[in-house]
């Protein structure tokens, strides 16, 4: 079985993640068994990783060749 993030970034739909059951297949994927959907939908949950932001716009976490298309 490919990994989460090639089945997540797959170009066919069809055969993306969540093709068939949509956000079922996504849930029940071995990579997010950790996850308490529940919990996350109501956002109860911390996340890992909190940036620290300047302002509520501010771009310092994403990599310059990401700002430049």
């Known amino acids: 079985m490919p990994t989460c993030d090639v089945q ?12 068939e059951h ?10 997010f068994t950790a996850i308490n959907w529940n919990l996350l939908n109501k956002r109860l949950l911390t996340p890992p990783v909190v940036p ?9 976490s994403f990599k310059v060749y ?4």
């Open 66 to 69: 990401f700002l430049h298309v």
């Open 52 to 60: 620290d932001l300047v302002r509520s716009i501010s771009l310092f």
């Open 22 to 31: 949509d956000f079922e297949d996504i849930c029940n994927h071995s990579f």
């Open 8 to 19: 997540l970034l797959e170009k066919d739909t069809k055969q993306r993640l969540g093709a």
